[in-house]
């Protein structure tokens, strides 16, 4: 049986872009997960861990570590303890996003089932993600205008 601590600071994964900065472990992988995923994210004061988004063929849970981060879903922003448990359902209804608005660093898990393929959308700048089952980008872009279910087909 493989373990992983929350508390350690075996954060091998990080984004460093202005605004973005987080420091990340793929907690799933570490301990053998083929169902659930699990990542374990940590963000200096001011910083965001992901954009606004919602995923449609995924439930996450987020359990709150350390610190206490802000929350945005669709009923607004609160800010959450530690200790706290959230579940983000699929699609628009469980959209969500993360950011440090306190003093001191904050850690969270997601917590995801992972089912494949998912489309993720992200509701701020209107752009759509899609990976198949081995998490491998089939697509991403904004959608443009519809197109007929024929075009193109000979």
Known sequence: ???????NDE???SNEREGWTFRAAKVGE????????AGLYEAEPGNKVWPYHA?????EWLLVVRGQPTLRTPEGERQLDEGDVVCFPRGKAGAHQVWNGSDSPIRVLMLSTLVAPDIVEYLDTGKVGARSAAGERIMFGRPGPELDYWEGEE
């Open 55 to 59: 995923h449609h063929a995924n439930e």
């Open 30 to 37: 570490h301990i053998g997960g083929e169902l659930i995923g």
């Open 11 to 13: 954060l091998d994964n």
């Open 1 to 7: 049986m493989k373990v992983f601590n929350l508390y």
